[in-house]
C-alpha cells in the first residue's frame, strides 16, 4: 500500500506540473495539448481512485463538485470544475506546500524564459493598440493572449512567493517585488493587476509585521469568501443607484457594468455554462455563479468556511492570508475556481481528506 501511495505521490506531481505548464504558456482550454493534459487527469483521478482509499466522509465531501463538474462539461461545456474536481482527488496524502513550491518554480523559469525569448526576438511579442484618455497606447501580452492574462501570471507569482518564502517577507523584499510589479506594468498596462498586486504586497508585509492586522483578517478567514461574494452582489446591484460606483467602475474598466448586467438581466444557473456570447466576466464570485452554476457556488461556500475553520484551528496563518488574497484578487479577475491559479484551493484537501488527524501525534498540517 505505501508503494501504491509513493506512485500517487508521483502522478500527483506529474499532473499537476503538466497543468502548471499549459497554464503558464497562456494555452486556452479549446487548445489540443490541454485537451491531451484533460485526457490524462481523467486517467490518473481515476489511478488515484482505485490506489487510494477513500472514507464515506471523503466521499461525501468531494463527490458534489465531481458530480457538478461532470454535469458543467457535459450540459455547459465547461471544463474548468471539472479539471479543479480532478486535481483534488489526486491531492490525498500529497505535500501541498511542496506542490505550491514546485508550481511556483515552474511558473517563475517559463515567465522569465518568456520574456527573455520576446526580448531576444525569438518569439513575436503580442501587442495591441488601445485608446486610454484619448492617447493611443501599446500593450504588451508577450506570449500571452492578453496584457492582463501577462500580468495576471506575474501577480500569480508574486503571491506564491510570499506564501512559499513567508519568512523572508520584509520591507526590503516586499519592495523589490513592487518595483518588478511596476516594471511590468510599463509594458502590460494592466491598472488592475497593478494595482492588486500592490495591494497583495501591502497587505503581506502589514499581515507579517502587525500582530493587530493579522489577529483580524486570521479571525476572518473563514467569512472572507462571503464578505468578498456580498462585495460584489451588492455593488453590481446598486450600480446605477450609487453615483460613486461609476468612477469606481471606471478604475476598474467596467466591471461593475458587467456584473450589474449579468445579475438584472440572466438567471443564475443551478448547471454553470461557458458562453454567454460577447458578454465578459472578469470577477471570480460572478464566474463561479454564471460559469461553475448555484450548486457549485454553494459547495465552495461550505468549503472555505471549513477549510478556514481549520486553519484557525491549526494556527496555519500564511495560509490563511494565502486564502484571503485571493479572495480579495476574485474581485477583479475570473479564476476563482481554476485551482492551478488560484492556489489556495490546495488547502480544501486538508478538510476534505482530515489530514490534521492522520496521525496520533500532536502537529499541524501546515508545519
Not at 479571525?219 to 443607484?241: D, E, Q, R
Not at 461553475?292 to 484557525?312: C, P, Q, R, S, V
Request: charged residues 15%.
Amino acid at each position: 500500500m505505501r508503494e501504491n501511495k509513493s506512485v500517487g505521490a508521483v502522478f500527483t506531481y506529474i499532473f499537476i506540473a503538466l497543468l502548471t505548464i499549459a497554464k503558464a504558456i497562456g494555452l486556452s482550454a479549446g487548445n489540443k495539448i490541454y485537451v491531451l493534459i484533460f485526457l490524462i487527469g481523467m486517467t490518473l483521478g481515476v489511478f488515484k481512485i482505485f490506489n487510494e482509499r477513500f472514507n464515506h466522509r471523503e466521499i461525501a465531501l468531494i463527490s458534489p463538485v465531481i458530480i457538478i463538474g461532470i454535469l458543467c462539461f457535459i450540459i455547459g461545456k465547461e471544463s474548468t470544475l471539472l479539471f479543479t474536481a480532478l486535481v483534488m482527488i489526486t491531492l490525498k496524502n500529497a505535500d501541498i506546500k511542496k506542490l505550491v513550491k514546485m508550481m511556483l518554480w515552474i511558473k517563475i523559469i517559463i515567465f522569465v524564459c518568456a520574456l527573455l525569448l520576446v526580448h531576444l526576438g525569438l518569439i513575436e511579442d503580442n501587442t495591441i493598440i488601445v485608446w486610454r484618455n484619448g492617447v493611443e497606447i501599446m500593450r504588451h501580452s508577450f506570449i500571452y493572449g492578453h496584457p492582463n492574462a501577462a500580468h495576471l501570471n506575474l501577480t500569480t507569482i508574486l503571491i506564491a512567493w510570499i506564501y512559499v518564502y513567508y519568512e523572508k517577507v520584509n520591507i526590503l523584499s516586499v519592495s523589490i517585488l513592487g518595483i518588478m510589479n511596476f516594471i511590468f506594468y510599463n509594458y502590460t498596462l494592466s491598472r488592475t493587476g497593478f494595482l492588486i498586486g500592490m495591494l497583495c504586497l501591502i497587505l503581506a508585509i502589514l499581515y507579517k509585521k502587525s500582530n493587530a492586522i493579522r489577529k483580524v483578517l486570521f479571525n476572518k478567514v473563514n467569512w472572507v469568501f462571503i464578505i468578498m461574494s456580498v462585495i460584489t452582489f451588492t455593488t453590481a446591484l446598486l450600480y446605477g443607484k450609487w453615483n460613486t460606483l461609476y468612477y469606481i467602475d471606471k478604475l476598474f474598466t467596467g466591471r461593475i457594468y458587467y456584473n450589474n448586467y449579468f445579475l438584472t438581466n440572466i438567471q443564475i444557473p443551478l448547471i454553470g455554462k461557458n458562453n454567454y456570447g460577447h458578454l465578459l466576466i472578469d470577477n471570480g464570485y460572478m464566474s463561479l455563479v454564471y460559469n461553475g452554476g448555484l450548486l457549485a457556488y454553494i459547495w465552495f461556500i461550505f468549503m472555505n468556511i471549513k477549510t478556514g475553520e481549520l486553519l484557525k484551528k491549526e494556527k496555519c496563518e500564511k495560509e490563511a492570508l494565502l486564502m484571503i488574497v485571493f479572495c480579495i484578487y476574485s474581485l477583479t479577475e475570473s479564476f476563482y475556481m481554476n485551482i492551478i491559479i488560484n492556489i489556495s484551493l490546495l488547502f480544501f484537501s486538508w478538510f476534505i481528506f482530515n489530514q490534521s488527524q492522520t496521525t496520533k501525534k500532536k502537529r499541524t498540517i501546515c508545519k
